[in-house]
């Protein structure tokens, strides 16, 4: 009898690892970092409960630090060394994204100790770039809709539509089915293919980021971006959004591109500051087997769909302090996401104080995370020890998300009739949302697993 292990990602949209074991072997699919509150971070100095070995391969589903970043601690730390299979677009990414994640760690400790504000003496990367290495040399890729062999059977790739090189896993093992969602993404979103349905399972684990949640039907998002952009032009300030590296900041540099060049929007100075976006927009461009139809025909006249007309690249440290001193108005798009570290940090330290300025968040904002007290209100915050006024103006723009929400996961469902669905990377409320929903058109079993569960496949 195959189990599921939830070793991560069941009541949180963080740390995703599922341990599948049949017949004395085991695949992980997705190795993610626990992001958000120190007691959730905490868990990621913890040695995942393998049941006493190693898996014997490791499945990703895409590139998110919450659902690959625990790699390198895997590798270097615990001595895994059998293959790590996901799509060549996430193979790319990784080679990015890991050794940023690793750099991230280290500047961290190196600032946390040279300002003395951490608990520990010293304090300590996670895993180091080395590390990072080391687990990249572990990656192999797997194409779209072939089959290959995993321990205990084999498995496929399907497209997810959430980021470039996203995918949803099935796995046929032992005579079940069992498909794991991934992140889902959503439908007519510009430069990837939409999301494939699955075509069946004995099994789904289903994220349910938004699972209680639905997306403005009505609200057109570059009206939304214009009118974001329009008014912090207007009274001179300065823009800052914290930016998921891979995906929204593709997102928002291809349709400020558009605006500007549709005259919505004024041709601000528009500053891509995070070695790791511009090296991930390099990688958008080139996987051209990922892009849709509307990328495709941009690029057949010669235009750069990521490139607005007044764009600059922060690759160094120097080139982001200057950022400091441009005259304003202008837009700053920075990573990470929900703003627990990176170069955002800095500029939100320095931007919100002052009620010129606007800070827009373009993603999920997790528990625990600064970017999550910003759009919950708060009105100081503590950045690098320091407490920190919030007077710019706070938005939330919930259109730009990349998570199907609760009607586009059901969609996405669809006809796959699964037996059982377990609900996962999702907060508690809103996997019962969706559990909920599910009621009304699912007449399997819904289960909501709590980390350290074990289920009988």
């Known amino acids: 009898m195959a189990t599921i292990t939830f070793l ?3 009541d949180t949209v963080t740390g995703s690892k599922f341990l599948l074991g049949a017949g004395g072997e085991s695949v992980l699919v997705d190795c993610g970092l626990f992001q958000g509150p ?5 868990l990621n100095w913890e040695d995942p409960a393998f049941a006493g070995s190693l898996p014997d391969q490791v499945l990703i589903t895409h590139a998110h630090i919450d659902h690959s970043g625990y790699l390198p601690r895997l590798a270097a730390h615990q001595g895994y060394a059998a293959p790590v299979r996901a799509t060549a677009a996430t193979v790319d990414l990784l080679g990015v994204m890991l050794p940023d994640s690793a750099r991230l760690q280290e500047e ?9 504000y951490s608990r520990h003496r010293p304090a300590l990367p996670l895993y180091t770039e080395a590390d990072a290495e080391r687990a990249l040399r572990l990656l192999q890729p797997a194409p779209y809709h072939e089959w290959f062999p995993v321990p205990g059977g084999r498995a496929r790739l399907s497209r997810a539509g959430h980021i470039l090189g996203s995918a949803h896993v099935v796995v046929e093992t032992e005579g079940r089915r069992l498909v794991f969602s991934g992140d889902v993404g959503r439908w007519n ?6 999301p494939e349905p699955p075509t069946g399972a004995h099994l789904l684990l289903l994220e349910a980021t938004y699972g209680g949640r639905s997306h403005p039907a009505d609200v057109d998002p570059d009206t939304v971006l214009a009118g974001t952009v329009n008014r912090v032009a207007e009274r001179g300030g300065v823009m800052v959004v914290p930016a998921f590296s891979v995906g929204r900041s593709q997102e928002i540099l291809f349709r400020l591109r558009q605006l500007e060049e549709k005259g919505r929007v004024p041709r601000l100075p528009v ?4 070695p790791m976006s511009i090296e ?5 461009r080139r996987h051209a087997e990922e892009h849709d139809l509307e990328m495709r025909a941009l690029e057949e006249v010669g235009i750069s769909p990521f490139r607005p007309a007044r764009l600059q690249l922060a690759r160094t440290v120097e080139e982001s302090k200057a950022i400091n001193h441009v005259e304003p108005p202008a837009i700053v798009l920075s990573a990470s996401g929900m703003a627990n570290g990176g170069r955002v940090v800095h500029h939100l330290k320095r931007r919100l104080p002052y ?6 968040f373009v993603g999920y904002q997790a528990e625990g995370t600064l970017g999550r007290s910003l759009v919950d209100g708060a009105t100081r915050v503590h950045i690098h020890g320091d407490e920190v006024e919030v007077r710019a103006e706070v938005v939330m723009l919930d259109v730009f998300s990349a998570h199907a929400d609760q009607n586009e996961l059901l ?16 907060e508690d409320e809103g996997r019962q949302a969706l559990a909920a929903a599910l009621a009304g058109s699912f007449g399997g079993q819904v289960l909501l697993p709590r980390r350290g569960d074990t289920l009988e496949v």
Do not use: C
């Not at 120190?38 to 905490?42: G, K, N, T």
């Not at 961290?108 to 003395?116: I, L, Q, V, W």
């Not at 979103?189 to 939409?194: A, G, L, Q, S, Y």
């Not at 991930?280 to 958008?284: D, F, I, K, R, W």
């Open 355 to 360: 009620s010129q300025n606007l800070v827009a």
């Open 8 to 10: 991560g990602g069941t």
């Open 189 to 194: 979103i510009p430069v990837i293919e939409d």
């Open 38 to 42: 120190r007691e959730m971070r905490q």
């Open 108 to 116: 961290t400790a190196e600032y946390a100790n040279k300002k003395g």
């Open 271 to 274: 500053f891509l500051d995070s």
């Open 411 to 426: 969609r996405w469902v669809g006809e796959a009739a699964p037996e059982r669905i377990a609900l996962v990377h999702g």
């Open 280 to 284: 991930a927009t390099e990688l958008y």
